[in-house]
């Protein structure tokens, strides 16, 4: 699963609309600090991104993780997943991240929770979903393999989403 220590636009100084210089303030009727255009009145909000992903699960009830192979966090461990594209439904970000980065398509997706944390602003959309094949690594990571649910490598996942994530399928499943 993709990750960041901040948000892409958090840096952004001009106005997307108009061109012109944003300033900080707090909008009329509002009370956080923004980024602001004076000339246009456009706030520039930063908000969360989101992730969508899938805990690929083979009839014995091994599960598949992928090793990063990109930064942040590479050479951690991480269910398949990655930011959603705009226009496509978390369940489409799901399948298409697992089929990238696991080479490796997964049917009757079912949803284990949503995780969120503050910081750089992700909500991790995370699905169950039967395995339909063994999977292989893709561009972004360098390993697939498959776990049994006691064998999972806690002390070596990549974010605390993923363990979150994790456990919650466990605990669904009364592991």
Same mark, same amino acid.
């Given at each position: 699963m993709n990750g960041g220590s901040s948000h %892409?636009? &958090?840096?952004?100084?001009?106005?997307?609309?108009? @061109?012109?210089? #944003?300033?900080?303030?707090?909008?009329?009727?509002?009370?956080?600090?923004?980024?602001?255009?004076?000339?246009?009145?456009?706030?520039?909000?930063?908000?969360?991104? %989101?992730? &969508?992903?899938?805990?690929?699960?083979?009839?014995? @009830?091994?599960? #598949?993780?992928?090793?990063?192979?990109?930064?942040?966090?590479?050479?951690?461990?991480?269910?398949?997943?990655?930011?959603?594209d705009v226009g496509e439904t978390a369940e489409e970000a799901a399948l298409?991240?697992?089929?990238?980065?696991?080479?490796?398509?997964?049917?009757?997706?079912?949803?284990?929770?949503?995780f969120t944390r503050t910081g750089p602003g992700v909500v991790v959309i995370v699905y169950e979903g039967v395995a339909l094949g063994e999977g292989e690594a893709g561009d972004e990571t360098s390993e697939v393999r498959w776990f049994a649910p006691h064998e999972i490598p806690w002390s070596e996942l990549a974010f605390d989403s993923t363990e979150w994530a994790l456990r919650a399928w466990a605990a669904k499943r009364g592991l």
């Open positions: %892409p636009h &958090a840096f952004s100084r001009f106005c997307m609309h108009c @061109g012109q210089r #944003l300033t900080s303030a707090i909008p009329e009727g509002a009370t956080k600090r923004r980024m602001v255009c004076l000339d246009c009145g456009f706030i520039h909000y930063l908000n969360p991104r %989101p992730v &969508a992903g899938t805990i690929p699960v083979r009839g014995d @009830g091994h599960i #598949l993780l992928v090793r990063r192979n990109i930064e942040p966090r590479s050479g951690y461990w991480v269910f398949p997943g990655g930011y959603m298409r991240e697992t089929l990238e980065e696991a080479r490796l398509e997964v049917g009757s997706l079912e949803l284990i929770g949503v």
